[in-house]
Nanobody
Framework: QVQLVESGGGLVQTGGSLTLSCAASGSMFSINAMGWYRQAPGKQRELVAVMTTSTNYADSVKGRFTVSRDNAKNTVTLQMNSLKPEDSGVYYC???????????????WGQGTQVTVSS
């Protein structure tokens, strides 16, 4: 069983910074991609930043957010700077992981962590 567990998030004022972290655990053969999505109330879940062999950022966060991975620890971190009210939402850790037990690839999600940016 593969699990993604997030930490971080909270309430911050406009222009502030927050750091989100996510750790993957369980019987994994490989982590093929890892990153972050977010969902605001009434909106669809959207990509924020995902790392595979390259890194893909949403246009709205380029230059403000930085995603990084520690492959040895199976973690991914999202550093968010210059936060705006429109960055508010539930942030979900994303992993595209090959299970050691099943030998198959699938997407795994964390439980989500709330980020609120006040104006």
């Amino acid at each position: 069983q593969v699990q993604l567990v997030e930490s971080g998030g909270g309430l911050v004022q406009t222009g502030g910074s927050l750091t989100l972290s996510c750790a993957a655990s369980g019987s994994m053969f490989s982590i093929n991609a890892m990153g972050w999505y977010r969902q605001a109330p009434g909106k669809q879940r959207e990509l924020v930043a995902v790392m595979t062999t390259s890194t893909n950022y949403a246009d709205s966060v380029k230059g403000r957010f930085t995603v990084s991975r520690d492959n040895a620890k199976n973690t991914v971190t999202l550093q968010m700077n210059s936060l705006k009210p429109e960055d508010s939402g539930v942030y979900y850790c994303y992993g595209f992981i090959t299970s050691r037990v099943a030998g198959t690839n699938r997407v795994y999600w964390g439980q989500g962590t709330q980020v609120t940016v006040s104006s």
